[in-house]
């Protein structure tokens, strides 16, 4: 199985600074096949990025994706207040999908 | 609109079997995989297994092949998550979620509201 690591495990930014988060594979994602999902207490996760750099319908466009291959970035460009949560990374492009253990974006 | 609604909070003991419920509506239902994810307290997300409801095809993370059951009712647009016999380690909130994509390559763009599972004796 392809093992997704977030990083870093907790980011401390204020509103309107600008975040970046990592998830690096194991091996290879086939086709990019990789989605960022936020998820804030007590709420289901919501899907942001799919494909790697496609924003999902509704999503801002404050979040963009890159990366193919093993290395992944989802950026937030400048935080708003709504935005502080855990976001997961998650391929779907081998047959057994697989979740980063997310990255927790605290206000600072 | 496109909606899953999953069935309520359980709290069971340990042995005991139980089949938990997501009906999709406001789509095709029978035309869209859909997933089931496993939060257990405090920690991520685990896929589960994912099932076609057109035709009841179901595909299982190694790591719940085995443990748990995917099957789904077209004709109702349900979904379900089954269990035989409950450990105190299934606790935890489950979500389904439609999938989306192609290619054997589905993603999650709705989700329930989870189903939360408490085991204890």
């Known amino acids: 199985d392809i093992v997704l690591t977030q990083s870093p495990g907790t980011l401390s930014l204020s509103p309107g600074e600008r975040a970046t988060l990592s998830c690096r594979a194991s091996?290879?994602?086939?086709?990019?096949?990789l989605a960022w999902y936020q998820q804030k207490p007590g709420q289901a996760p919501r899907l942001l990025m799919y494909g790697a750099s496609s924003r999902a319908s509704g999503i801002p466009d404050r979040f963009s994706g890159s990366g193919s291959g093993t290395d992944f970035t989802l950026t937030i460009s400048r935080l708003e207040p709504e935005d502080f949560a855990v976001y997961y990374c998650?391929?779907?492009?081998?047959?057994?999908?697989?979740f980063g253990q997310g990255t927790k974006l605290e206000i600072k | 609109e496109v909606q899953l609604v999953q069935s309520g909070a359980e709290v069971k003991k340990p042995g005991e079997s139980l089949k938990i419920s997501c009906k999709g509506s406001g789509y095709s239902f029978s035309s869209y995989w859909i997933g089931w994810v496993r939060q257990m307290p405090g920690k991520g997300l685990e896929w589960m297994g994912i099932i076609y409801p057109g035709d009841s095809d179901a595909t299982y993370s190694p790591s719940f092949q085995g443990q748990v059951t995917i099957s789904a009712d077209k004709s109702i647009t349900t979904a379900y998550l089954q269990w035989n016999s409950l450990k105190a380690s299934d606790t935890a909130m489950y979500y389904c979620?439609?999938?989306?994509?192609?290619?054997?390559?589905?993603?999650?763009?709705?989700w329930g509201q989870g189903t939360l599972l408490t085991v204890s004796s």
């Open positions: 998650q391929q779907y492009g081998n047959s057994v999908y697989t």
């Open positions: 979620a439609r999938q989306v994509g192609g290619g054997s390559a589905w993603f999650s763009d709705y």
């Open positions: 091996q290879s994602v086939r086709g990019s096949h």
